[in-house]
Nanobody
Framework: QVQLVESGGGLVQPGGSVRLSCAAS????????MGWYRQAPRKQREMVAT???????TFADSVKGRFTISRDNANNTVALQMNSLKPEDTAVYYC??????????????WGQGTQVTVSS
């Protein structure tokens, strides 16, 4: 079983920065795409950023140029650096591990979520 443990988040002022981290308990991490998703109140969960096992990132249009994603395969961790935060970035942020196996089978694992609130 894969466990994902997130840290970081909290209350930050508009224009500020926050760094989220996620640690995976299993070496499945090394061959999986990692991602950060978020869910605001009364909204659906949405992709924020993903990074493949080879290190190729993808970002939602709403965070391009403000957020960066990185991974450390030696320590099974992934981080999301969020800069120039806006009130609309307020949400619960979830770490995701997406593993694609043989015959296109796949498994998804989720962290417990961490709250980020952008407010003055």
């Amino acid at each position: 079983q894969v466990q994902l443990v997130e840290s970081g988040g909290g209350l930050v002022q508009p224009g500020g920065s926050v760094r989220l981290s996620c640690a995976a308990s299993h070496n499945l991490f090394k061959v999986s795409t990692m991602g950060w998703y978020r869910q605001a109140p009364r909204k659906q969960r949405e992709m924020v950023a993903t990074i493949t096992s080879a290190g190729t990132p993808t970002f939602a249009d709403s965070v391009k140029g403000r957020f960066t994603i990185s991974r450390d395969n030696a320590n099974n961790t992934v981080a999301l650096q969020m800069n120039s935060l806006k009130p609309e970035d307020t949400a619960v942020y979830y770490c995701n591990l997406h593993y694609v196996g043989s015959y296109n089978s796949y498994r998804d694992y989720w962290g417990q979520g961490t709250q980020v609130t952008v407010s003055s």
